[in-house]
């Protein structure tokens, strides 16, 4: 068996370990980040940023559509307040995934350890993990399944920022619906898969349709729209579709 991919027991219970299965896992994700970090870098051209502070924001926020919201908002002129409202607002979920994460993660490891895992946990690689099987998740998988997609964000978005004149405007364009066709990919196995998946999956996509449609509802700011979807959705599942009580692991 392939080390990176060896199964060890904590009390019993199966875990998902190695840095470089964690890799390989989140290469397929990191490879999928490559249009959208190119449309992130050309955007942050093209909102005024410096080379420098397009690196700085990829690598420190790490967030693709808080990241397009946040120099949307700049290129309108918003101010600094109604920013970082609107990007915190927005990145609220990760509160969720980060709690439901911090649940897998193997006991015993430090808050400075769980904390650089939550930080660099996105959508995607989120998905990924709790996909595993393994009921518990390493930090060392979780390191590498983070990294990857990171590093290609990052990089992204200084080859985004210095080739916007190398590529045609038609591709520039084109580059922003990248993200939502990763997300979809990521989607579609689980709701073919799960049929509360797919009831859960499609109340978010008409709840957030509901909300953007409403004549009352038009003002309402994108992500607190996107966060009351979400919440309603997943409130829905939880209620028609509650989790069945397992054998607590000793």
Same mark, same amino acid.
């Given at each position: ?32 980040? *490559? ?13 005024? +940023?410096?080379? @420098? ?5 990829? @690598?420190? =926020? %790490?967030?693709?559509?808080?990241? %397009? =919201?946040? +120099? ?7 101010? *600094? ?23 897998? @993660? ?14 660099? #946990? ?18 060392? %998988? ?23 004149? =190398? ?16 997300? !979809?990919? +990521? ?19 008409? #709840? ?15 992500? !607190? ?6 919440? /309603?959705?997943?409130? /829905?599942?939880? =209620? ?11």
């Amino acid at each position: 068996m392939d080390a990176a991919k060896e199964i060890t027991n904590v009390n019993e219970t199966p875990v998902a370990k190695g840095f470089a299965y964690g890799l390989r896992t989140g290469t397929p994700i990191a490879l999928g980040y *490559i249009p959208s970090a190119l449309a992130c870098g050309i955007l942050c051209k093209t909102a005024g +940023l410096t080379a @420098l502070e397009s690196l700085f924001m990829s @690598l420190i =926020v %790490f967030a693709g559509a808080s990241q %397009f =919201v946040a +120099l949307n908002l700049i290129m309108i002129g918003s101010a *600094i307040p109604e920013i970082v409202l609107a990007t915190a607002v927005l990145n609220m979920r990760h509160v969720m995934m980060s709690s439901s994460i911090a649940r897998r @993660l193997v006991p015993g490891i430090g808050a400075l350890k769980k904390s650089w895992i939550c930080f660099e #946990l996105t959508d995607e690689s989120f998905s990924i993990a709790s996909m595993q099987k393994e009921p518990l998740l390493a930090p060392e %998988f979780m390191f590498g399944l983070n990294i990857v997609g990171h590093c290609t964000w990052v990089i992204g978005t200084v080859l985004g920022f210095y080739g916007t004149s =190398v590529l045609p405007q038609n591709v520039q364009d084109s580059m922003g619906i990248a993200l939502y066709a990763l997300f !979809i990919g +990521l989607l579609l196995p689980s709701v073919r898969k799960s049929r509360s998946a797919l009831i859960v999956a499609a109340a978010g996509m008409g #709840l957030s349709a509901l909300i953007k449609w409403t004549p009352c509802f038009e003002d309402m700011n994108r992500g !607190i729209a996107i966060m009351t979807a979400t919440g /309603l959705a997943a409130l /829905l599942g939880a =209620v028609v579709f509650p989790l069945e009580k397992k054998e607590e692991v000793r």
